[in-house]
């Protein structure tokens, strides 16, 4: 066997397998992380840490139900110009507070970090954590925008 066939076949099984893995890891780590924490402050209470590629739920999108997202196109129709305006926003603005409501029972933090909105509140009953990137969010309200194919709301730079 010649060197060039033993190259190609080497390419073949360890050269491309390698290359689309980095890519699709290079895709994922792009696309950011969801992340969901909670954790009850009661004895025994539960405690929840769920992560999830954010390219994993976009990757999903194409197959949710159009029922479902023909219901949400009403309130898109409604609310999609706050959205946008939102969005707009969101993707020229610097990383920061959002919403900040502090309680005697209760604190609400909603900042914008890196690419992600994270969203954490810390009550006596429970504390919760969530990050979501902004591509993502992007990506699942424009699956729900319904028939409004102007309104398109690209943020981040996730490609979503």
Same mark, same amino acid.
Request: a negative charge; proline letters at 4%.
């Given at each position: 066997?010649?060197?060039?066939?033993?190259?190609?076949?080497?390419?073949? =099984?360890?050269?491309?397998?390698?290359?689309?893995? =980095?890519?699709?890891?290079?895709?994922?780590? $792009?696309?950011?992380?969801?992340?969901?924490?909670?954790?009850?402050?009661?004895?025994?209470?539960?405690?929840?840490?769920?992560?999830?590629?954010?390219?994993?739920?976009?990757?999903?999108?194409?197959?949710?139900? *159009?029922?479902?997202?023909?219901?949400? #196109?009403?309130?898109?129709?409604?609310?999609?110009?706050?959205?946008? #305006?939102?969005?707009?926003?969101?993707?020229?603005?610097?990383?920061?507070?959002?919403?900040?409501?502090?309680?005697?029972?209760?604190?609400?933090?909603?900042?914008?970090?890196?690419?992600?909105?994270?969203?954490?509140?810390?009550?006596?009953?429970?504390?919760? $954590?969530?990050?979501?990137?902004?591509?993502?969010? #992007?990506?699942?309200?424009?699956?729900?925008?319904?028939?409004?194919?102007?309104?398109?709301?690209?943020?981040? *730079?996730?490609?979503?």
């Amino acid at each position: 066997m010649n060197r060039k066939r033993v190259f190609s076949i080497l390419f073949l =099984l360890w050269g491309l397998p390698l290359i689309l893995a =980095l890519g699709v890891g290079v895709w994922v780590s $792009h696309a950011g992380m969801i992340a969901v924490n909670v954790v009850e402050h009661r004895p025994g209470g539960d405690e929840v840490h769920v992560k999830v590629p954010g390219a994993l739920v976009e990757m999903a999108l194409p197959f949710v139900p *159009d029922v479902v997202c023909m219901d949400a #196109s009403g309130e898109m129709e409604k609310w999609g110009p706050v959205l946008k #305006s939102i969005c707009g926003e969101l993707r020229s603005m610097d990383d920061g507070v959002l919403v900040e409501v502090s309680g005697r029972r209760e604190n609400v933090l909603i900042h914008k970090k890196g690419g992600s909105v994270i969203i954490d509140v810390d009550s006596d009953d429970e504390t919760v $954590h969530i990050t979501m990137p902004l591509g993502t969010v #992007s990506a699942v309200l424009s699956k729900f925008q319904g028939g409004h194919a102007n309104w398109k709301c690209r943020i981040g *730079d996730s490609g979503a």
